[in-house]
Every structure is written in C-alpha cells, then in structure tokens.
C-alpha cells in the first residue's frame, strides 16, 4: 500500500545541492542568497571571480553551506568541473539554475546589421549553448539519483519581441524550445526541467547601466500594461524558482513562467 500523502516538506530545500550559473552578481546573487537562508548547498559558479569568493564567505558567515569555482558555461570542461566541484563537496546534485547570461555588457544598437558576427556568436555561446553544456555536465549525477530539478532562466522579451538586442532575444527564446524539448528527454529518468521568464528586473547590475529616469518611465509604463502596476525586483523571482526546485513541482516538467507581474498571459 503507497504511503500516506504528507505536504511537510514539499517546499524544503534543506540539505539539496544547487548549482546556481551566473550567481555572484545581479539577480543570480539574490539567488545564491536566497537558497543559503533556506538551507540548501549552494555550488556559486561564475566568471566573476572576485565577487563569487566574497559571496560564498557571506553565505558562509550567516549560517550557510556554499562553494565557489570559476566557471565559464560557454567552455563544456569547465562546466564539468562544477559539476565535480558540487560532488566532491556536497556529494550530489540536486538542482541547477541556469541563470548565467549576457546582457548587460551587450551595447543596444538601433540597427540590427550592425551586430558584429563574433558578439552574436559569443552570445549564442553563453546564453544557449550554455545552458546546454551546464545539463549535460550535470546529466550523469542527475540520473544515477533518479532526481533532479533545472531551472532555465529565459526572458520575458521573447514573448513580445525588442528592439536593439535581437542576438539576446533570439537566445532567450531558444532557451524556451530547448526547456520544452529536453523536458521529454529527461522526464523518464527523474529529472524536471522549466523555464522562468522574467520582466526587465532592477538588479544591481542592469540598475547599474540605466539612468534612474529611465525607472521611472519604466515604472509609469507598468501602471498602464501590467497587472501588478510596479517595477520588478529580483526577490520577486525567488519563489518560483524555490518552487521549481522543491519537491513541490514533483510533477511539473517542459513549463514556461512567465514571471513579470502580468505583462504577457502564456
């Protein structure tokens, strides 16, 4: 006879190792945050070096259990080494968030045949081919659990379109189709993988390139198109993300969230 269903610990992520991409800086660094206050195992794997280390001894320093490598998710054998790197420490792997993108270092450019080959090729690099190293590195830990949660972080922009930065959107809306495809890959073997789609977000690092004028226009534009009239935070994104990484979404795989305060309806 199956046991009787309990809804204590759907949402406990105490003990899960996660692998957070992209997660020393922006919103990935209130990711990696967040997963520490909740007890998880927090793998922080980054180009950003300098700002990883300091984040880990936070995380560390309040109680945490978090691990730092340098990590270039366009590069397959770096990715393999943070996926050793979550093993080794923690001796599993329970979820991944593919949050490591480009965007804010990518000049928007009134003329789309201006993008220069080699920056859409980079692009291409990091924020598609990337998230398909980052599954593939942790595939082989994943399956010999029979569990496993991923999270791939696309962007609200491929629902509507943007002008300025076709490479990015273009990435973005690869990531929903390679959620959507991979989803029936990996189901058999116990692995769930979504996407979350967030709105233009005020993190420290897109704050940090955009004037506090446009914010405010931003703002004034969400009152008239969104049905949670405000800017986005990037704590408004740490719920779904839990969610998707908790036992919670057991049952839920191949899904796009649109998280954006009711800007698009999928």
């Known amino acids: 006879m199956a046991e009787e269903f309990s809804a204590k610990g759907l949402f406990d992520l105490t003990g ?24 998880a195992n927090v ?4 180009v950003a070096a300098e700002e990883g280390e300091r984040l880990t001894q936070i995380i560390n320093q309040a109680g945490g259990s978090s691990v730092f490598i ?3 998710v366009s590069d397959f054998k ?3 080494a ?3 790197t979550a093993v080794d420490n923690f001796g599993a792997i329970h979820g991944l968030i593919n949050n490591g993108a480009l965007y804010a270092c990518i000049p928007k450019r009134k003329d789309w045949t201006t993008i220069p080959e080699d920056e859409w090729d980079h692009l291409m690099a990091v924020n598609l081919k990337g998230i398909f190293n980052c599954c593939k590195a ?10 496993g949660k991923i999270v791939n972080i696309s962007s609200s922009t ?4 943007t002008t300025g930065r076709l490479h990015y959107t273009t990435s973005k809306a690869g990531v929903v189709g390679f959620t959507r495809s991979i989803s029936h890959d990996l189901g058999p073997e116990g692995i769930c993988v979504n996407a ?15 004037p506090e004028s446009h914010w405010k226009a931003r703002e004034e534009k969400m009152k008239g198109s969104a049905a949670i009239p405000r800017l986005q935070m990037p704590e408004d994104l740490v719920g779904t993300v839990l969610f998707l990484l908790a036992s919670a979404s057991d049952y839920v795989t191949g899904q796009t969230i649109a998280c954006e305060g009711g800007s698009n309806h999928l």
């Open 158 to 161: 491929w629902l509507t379109g």
């Open 138 to 147: 942790v595939h082989d830990t994943m399956v010999a659990q029979a569990y």
């Open 82 to 84: 943070m996926a050793k």
């Open 70 to 72: 340098e990590t270039d």
């Open 16 to 39: 899960r190792t996660i692998i957070v991409t992209g997660g020393a800086v922006g919103i990935g660094k209130v990711y990696s945050k967040a997963l520490g206050e909740v007890g």
């Open 196 to 210: 979350v789609c967030p709105g233009l977000t005020k993190s420290e690092t897109i704050g940090a390139i955009m």
């Open 43 to 46: 793998v922080i794997a980054d």
């Open 78 to 80: 770096a990715c393999q």
